[in-house]
Every structure is written in C-alpha cells, then in structure tokens.
C-alpha cells in the first residue's frame, strides 16, 4: 500500500502491531509471526498490517529495530563509573539478561535461525542489523564504552571499533551457546564461563589478570544491584 495509507492510520496502530508480533514471538515462536495471528493479537484488522508496513518482512524488520531500540535504552541505562572494564562486563550482562526476556526476538534481531523462515526483502540494503539505524545507535552506546577502555590507559592503545567489535562477538557468541542450552552442565555459566571469557580478553588488550578479575567481579555485582533495584 502506498504513503498515503499508513499516514491516515490511527495513532498508536504501528506500535500494537509491533508489540502484538513481539508477544507472539515470546509465546509461540516465528511461526506464529503472520498477519492473521498478528491481527488478532493487536485486536486490527488483517488489512491494517497490510497497509502500514506492506507485509509481514516489513513488520518483522520494525520488530527488529524496536528490540534493538530497546536494547540500546538498557546499555545507556548502565551507569558510567571509573571502571571501564566493570562498566563493559555490566552491558554483557544487560544484553544478556535483554535475549533472555524473549530469545526469539534476540534471534530474530541479530538475523540467526529465525530470519530464514521469513521473505526476503527486495532491498539488499536493507538489513535486520548491521546497517539498521537503530541496530547502529544501540551499538554506538558499546563503541563509547569501548572508547573509555583503551583512553583508560588500562589496554594497549588501539582500534576503540576493533576492540568493540571483538568484545561483541565474543558476548554475542556465549549468549546465542548459553539459549540453545550448551551450558546446562554448569551450575552458573556467567560466573565458571562468560566471566572468565571476559577477563581472558580484557588481558588480551593488555590489562592485568588480578585487576581485570576485580573488575569483572565488581560489574557482576553492580549487575546483581542494579538487577534487583
């Protein structure tokens, strides 16, 4: 449907769709994601999918960019110390606990399994994450903090997107493990796993292990602090 059509829809109509298919993907999975089982959920018409985003890939790629909008709000939510690596492990530990809240939506926002069961766009350009303006903007908030870290003088000076994108990998590498439920054997993966990860590649920039123990320690608890604030 054109412009015209999705300027007249009523306010507030996009965000129930977007909230409906959110829900959907928390209780029943991608393959409950299509515009009749949306429809019904926002309480709309099937027509009204339709005419405000044109199909179900465009709605799935403004469910994306919500999650991603979201989860740029929790990382600029952790508050900014002294401690460059405690304040890095924090946001680990932030995006961690976001994936776990609905990981169908975490999988479908960095384009893994779920992305395959829906049409593609004609828009090569167009992407799930990676060029995504909002996928940007919440990754920015990591780059910054990144920043902070090498002007620190605790790692070697280096690359801040560099480092940034090692830092994502390996967060996003343990998380996507940690939801297909490759770590069942350990009574408490973020502390016997993620954390060791995490010391392990604050050393590798350069930092000391007793001082980047401390630190991962020290955003472990202002996790738990925040967490039950």
Same mark, same amino acid.
């Given at each position: 449907?054109? $412009?015209?059509?999705?300027?007249?829809?009523?306010?507030?109509?996009?965000?129930?769709? &977007?909230?409906?298919?959110?829900?959907?993907? /928390?209780?029943?999975?991608?393959?409950? &994601?299509?515009?009749?089982?949306?429809?019904? =959920?926002?309480?709309?018409?099937?027509?009204?999918?339709?005419? !405000?985003?044109?199909?179900?890939?465009?709605?799935?790629?403004?469910? =994306? $960019? !919500?999650?991603?909008?979201?989860?740029?709000?929790?990382? #600029?939510?952790?508050?900014?110390?002294?401690?460059?690596?405690? $304040?890095?492990?924090?946001?680990?530990?932030?995006?961690?606990?976001?994936?776990?809240?609905?990981?169908?939506?975490?999988?479908?926002?960095?384009?893994?399994?779920?992305?395959?069961?829906?049409?593609?766009?004609?828009?090569?350009?167009?992407?799930?994450?990676?060029? #995504?303006?909002?996928?940007?903007?919440?990754?920015?908030?990591?780059?910054?903090?990144?920043?902070?870290?090498?002007?620190?003088?605790?790692?070697?000076?280096?690359?801040? $997107?560099? %480092? *940034?994108?090692?830092?994502? #990998?390996?967060? !996003?590498?343990?998380?996507?493990?940690?939801?297909?439920?490759?770590? *069942?054997?350990?009574?408490?993966?973020?502390?016997?796993?993620?954390?060791?990860?995490?010391?392990?590649?604050? %050393?590798?920039?350069?930092?000391?292990?007793?001082?980047?123990? /401390?630190?991962?320690?020290?955003?472990?608890?202002?996790?738990?602090?925040?967490?039950?604030?």
């Amino acid at each position: 449907m054109g $412009d015209a059509s999705r300027a007249s829809a009523p306010p507030g109509v996009p965000q129930r769709l &977007i909230s409906a298919t959110i829900g959907l993907l /928390a209780e029943q999975g991608p393959s409950a &994601i299509k515009a009749r089982t949306v429809a019904a =959920a926002s309480g709309l018409s099937t027509m009204v999918v339709y005419s !405000h985003f044109g199909g179900i890939p465009e709605l799935v790629r403004a469910v =994306a $960019d !919500h999650g991603f909008e979201e989860l740029g709000k929790a990382f #600029s939510q952790v508050p900014v110390t002294d401690d460059a690596v405690a $304040d890095l492990f924090v946001m680990a530990l932030t995006c961690r606990r976001v994936a776990g809240e609905n990981p169908h939506l975490y999988d479908l926002m960095f384009g893994l399994s779920t992305r395959a069961t829906y049409r593609p766009l004609s828009d090569a350009d167009l992407r799930f994450s990676g060029r #995504s303006p909002a996928f940007r903007k919440a990754y920015a908030v990591v780059t910054e903090a990144c920043a902070r870290l090498v002007g620190s003088g605790r790692v070697a000076q280096q690359d801040p $997107d560099v %480092v *940034t994108a090692q830092l994502w #990998s390996y967060v !996003h590498g343990y998380i996507t493990l940690e939801l297909a439920e490759h770590f *069942t054997e350990f009574e408490d993966p973020v502390v016997q796993v993620l954390l060791p990860m995490g010391v392990g590649f604050a %050393v590798g920039l350069g930092d000391e292990r007793e001082r980047a123990l /401390a630190s991962h320690e020290e955003g472990l608890r202002s996790f738990g602090s925040m967490a039950g604030s």
